[in-house]
């Protein structure tokens, strides 16, 4: 995926953060789009297509969890990244954003460079995570890395990235142990920092959509699965 291919949507109602974050990500190379609400954001992205969407939570009209929400339930978009933007302090913004279906989270005010910087490493995941081709099979359980696609029981599964990403790693060693660190590593990269109750808001919407038993928590630890 080269940079001229690639295409970001940028969703903030601050015109000032939509013209510099948008000229210094058009500098780099990407292909930019912009959206002042959530509303305009959902019918940017079903015309752009977007590999990247950066969202802002507070804004009028249509605020960003919402507009999450409803993006992930558009198929054409199953592998778009989504990530948050949100004032320091929100921290409940943070759980709502993954309970809606978000891949990361950065916090603002951020530097442009360093959110180009973020950009990238979000980017690379993607691209690291699109080259595992494999399949994994366990049980009554299919985990189809390149269609990102989970089958159970005959029954298609339909994941946001993130909760995809760290269930393909645990189910790739049933069993194992897995640590936190190891885990936030792997799932969101070295480059991004997410805060401490990532995994477990991600494992407990997994659960609830596989199966409260193949996710174990080891205390202190990690968690591994279980078939």
Known sequence: MNKNDTKIL?????PDILE??????SSEGYQVFTAKNGKIAITEAKKHLPHLIILDVMMPVMDGVEACEKLRTIPQLSETIITFLTARGEDYSQVAGFEAGADDYITKPIKPKLLVSKVKALLRRFKETRNESSEITIGNLTINREEYKIIKEGTVINLPRKEFELLALLASKPGKVFKREDIL???WGNDVVVGGRTIDVHIRKLREKIGDDSFKTVKGVGY????
């Open 10 to 14: 940028l969703v903030d109602d601050e």
């Open 20 to 25: 510099i974050v948008g000229y210094n990500l």
């Open 185 to 187: 590593n792997h799932v």
């Open 224 to 227: 591994k699965f279980e078939a």
